[in-house]
């Protein structure tokens, strides 16, 4: 084993130096640590390291995030990995109702530990239902739960609303292939994440959705956009091949190469000013012991699934999420007020 890690590539050895002295890794670096094999001894060490720093910096907690999809539509947005592209998409235009909505938001809240709850519209969503359902979770969420949105490419003023109405977080991403593989405008998609930032609202990002055939430049360049705007929270997503959509022949990459990127995320992310947490999505356990400290259960629809409401599908609820961050050794999850729980097996 001694001769072994002799053998470690000096650079790889460099940058997991570096990043024990609190250095994160610089674009050369995330393109060397990229380059190595996803079952190399390089990029095992480089997962362990991210592992071991973010939870240092996380008294070795995880959050849990839930999503109640709201609607579901033919969208312009056409991406050609999502459930909903307008031009290969099964669903018809549908909202959750009022009092289904409410049944998933006290869902949720039904046990203690979930950080925050995103919901999630279309690229082209109704603000007045979207504010009404905020102001409603906001009512209903027990606890310090954080209200965050995910929503399509929208203006200052929209964000502002948002905020009125309890929103203190966005999801916002400009995605791998945007503008080539899906319908809207790169430019678009960064002017929403700044949009939010200047609203006053959090910007979570990730590096998604990562396929077989993106190029480690490619992804080097997508996942510096979410750092380059100070992002809150950073992640990483494997694109999972939807039935029927355009990107489905392209398969999908291995969850040790997802636990590698997320890695690499980690240690891109892990020295901006209050970065506590990477995610990793769909959530899985090598990514929680690669880094990620962040999963989500999701309800309602989803891009990922062509099914009408995830939780019965490929969604996981908030206590397979619990008991995969107690398998990955976390010792606490931590409320939205970031106030921690004991992590137990259930
Ligand atoms: S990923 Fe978003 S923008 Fe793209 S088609 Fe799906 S819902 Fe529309």
Same mark, same amino acid.
Request: with cysteine; net charge negative; proline share 5%.
């Given at each position: 084993?001694?001769?072994?890690?002799?053998?470690?590539?000096?650079?790889?050895?460099?940058?997991?130096?570096?990043?024990?002295?609190?250095?994160?890794?610089?674009?050369?670096?995330? #393109?060397?640590?990229?380059?190595?094999?996803?079952?190399?001894?390089? *990029?095992?060490?480089?997962?362990?390291?991210?592992? &071991?720093?973010?939870?240092?910096?996380?008294?070795?907690?995880?959050?849990?995030?839930?999503?109640?999809?709201?609607?579901?539509?033919?969208?312009?947005?056409?991406?050609?990995?999502?459930?909903?592209?307008?031009?290969?998409?099964?669903?018809?235009?549908?909202?959750?109702?009022?009092?289904?909505?409410?049944?998933?938001?006290?869902?949720?809240?039904?046990?203690?530990? $979930?950080?925050?709850?995103?919901?999630? *519209?279309? &690229?082209?969503?109704?603000?007045?239902? =979207? $504010?009404?359902?905020?102001?409603?979770?906001?009512?209903? $969420?027990?606890?310090?739960?954080?209200? #965050?949105?995910?929503?399509?490419?929208?203006?200052?003023? *929209? =964000?502002?609303?948002?905020?009125?109405?309890?929103?203190?977080?966005?999801?916002?991403?400009?995605?791998?292939?945007?503008?080539?593989?899906?319908?809207?405008?790169?430019?678009?998609?960064?002017?929403? !994440?700044?949009?939010?930032?200047?609203?006053?609202?959090? #910007?979570?990002?990730?590096?998604?959705?990562?396929?077989?055939?993106?190029?480690?430049?490619?992804? @080097?360049?997508? $996942?510096?956009?979410?750092?380059?705007?100070?992002?809150?929270?950073?992640?990483?997503?494997?694109? @999972?091949?939807?039935?029927?959509?355009?990107?489905?022949?392209?398969?999908?990459?291995?969850?040790?190469?997802?636990?590698?990127?997320?890695?690499? @995320?980690?240690? *891109?992310?892990?020295? !901006?000013?209050?970065?506590?947490?990477?995610?990793?999505?769909?959530?899985?356990?090598?990514?929680?012991?690669?880094?990620?400290? @962040?999963?989500?259960?999701?309800?309602?629809?989803?891009?990922?699934?062509?099914?009408?409401?995830?939780?019965?599908?490929?969604?996981?609820?908030?206590?397979?999420?619990?008991?995969?961050?107690?398998?990955?050794?976390? &010792? =606490?999850?931590?409320?939205?007020?970031?106030?921690?729980?004991?992590?137990?097996?259930?």
């Amino acid at each position: 084993m001694v001769q072994q890690f002799m053998r470690i590539d000096p650079k790889i050895a460099k940058i997991l130096e570096n990043a024990w002295a609190g250095v994160s890794a610089s674009r050369q670096d995330c #393109l060397h640590l990229l380059a190595c094999n996803e079952h190399s001894l390089e *990029a095992a060490l480089a997962r362990t390291a991210a592992s &071991h720093i973010i939870r240092e910096k996380s008294d070795n907690s995880a959050i849990i995030l839930g999503q109640i999809g709201l609607e579901a539509a033919p969208c312009p947005g056409n991406c050609g990995f999502c459930s909903f592209g307008k031009g290969h998409t099964s669903f018809e235009k549908s909202q959750l109702s009022e009092d289904a909505f409410a049944a998933k938001v006290r869902g949720f809240c039904a046990e203690d530990g $979930l950080y925050g709850l995103y919901l999630m *519209a279309m &690229h082209a969503y109704d603000l007045d239902f =979207f $504010l009404r359902r905020a102001r409603l979770a906001r009512e209903l $969420l027990r606890g310090p739960v954080q209200l #965050l949105a995910n929503v399509g490419d929208t203006g200052p003023d *929209a =964000f502002r609303e948002m905020k009125k109405a309890g929103i203190t977080g966005v999801y916002h991403v400009c995605r791998l292939g945007e503008g080539r593989t899906t319908s809207l405008d790169p430019e678009q998609r960064i002017k929403t !994440m700044e949009n939010a930032l200047d609203a006053g609202l959090q #910007l979570f990002s990730c590096l998604e959705p990562v396929g077989p055939e993106h190029s480690d430049e490619e992804l @080097v360049d997508n $996942l510096f956009i979410g750092i380059s705007l100070g992002c809150a929270q950073h992640a990483a997503m494997r694109r @999972v091949p939807v039935p029927g959509t355009p990107l489905e022949r392209r398969g999908y990459i291995s969850n040790l190469r997802l636990g590698q990127i997320t890695a690499v @995320v980690a240690l *891109a992310a892990f020295a !901006m000013p209050g970065m506590t947490y990477i995610g990793v999505h769909e959530p899985t356990e090598i990514g929680c012991v690669s880094g990620a400290n @962040v999963v989500t259960a999701e309800t309602g629809v989803n891009p990922r699934d062509p099914a009408t409401d995830t939780s019965a599908n490929r969604g996981m609820d908030m206590a397979a999420c619990r008991n995969m961050l107690y398998d990955c050794g976390f &010792h =606490f999850i931590r409320r939205g007020d970031e106030s921690k729980i004991p992590l137990g097996k259930r």
